[in-house]
């Protein structure tokens, strides 16, 4: 029990280095979450409006989940070496299976009789697609990144591994830092990840459709 009241002052007195740390933390997590919103929302869009390829996109979810990311870096260590592509890597294949899949999701399952109405209106697929379905599947696809987002935050402590640095520097350095020093840095990820997590849970609030909105407010 002083060990966990230890990491509080371990945080006080090293401030400084856990900011550094945590701007490193960052850059790990954020760049492979970045390119997997850029690659699989886009595909997950896409496959969901044209109603194909939900094979593809529960396979690659469940390979996602099934692979260890500690595995994925021990894998990649044969492919790029140690450092942070490597990271990055395995990263990125964590955060792009839940994105394609909950992209895929928000506009496979929008209301057929939605869409169907307004072809029925002369719109265009693309219109259909910007003006019914992305308005109506954007809150998924918010919560996909979420997800992503705390799980690539809360797992990019493996970086270290790989050589990439990192608040995982300091959770895996006991002996240069002492059990206090690790729990200051397991208690810094975690409010990290959820600092992350109420970001997203803000920008899903404001993705919601208005009826949603107004639903919500009259069942409180």
Known sequence: MKEIFGAFPFIAANFGMLMEKTSEHLIISLVPLLAAIVIGVPIGIWLGHIHKGEFLAVSITNIGRALPSLALIAILIGFVGIGMLNAMIALFLLAFPPILSYAFQAVNSAD???TRAA???GMTPLQVLNKVELPLGLPMIISGIRTAAVLTVSSATIATIA??????????N????GIEGVLAGAVWVAILAILVDQIFALLLRVAAPTGVKQLRATTV
């Open 174 to 177: 006991q002996v240069a830092y």
């Open 112 to 114: 057929r009789d939605l």
């Open 163 to 172: 050589g990439s640095g990192g608040l995982g520097d300091v959770i895996l």
């Open 119 to 121: 072809r029925g209106m």
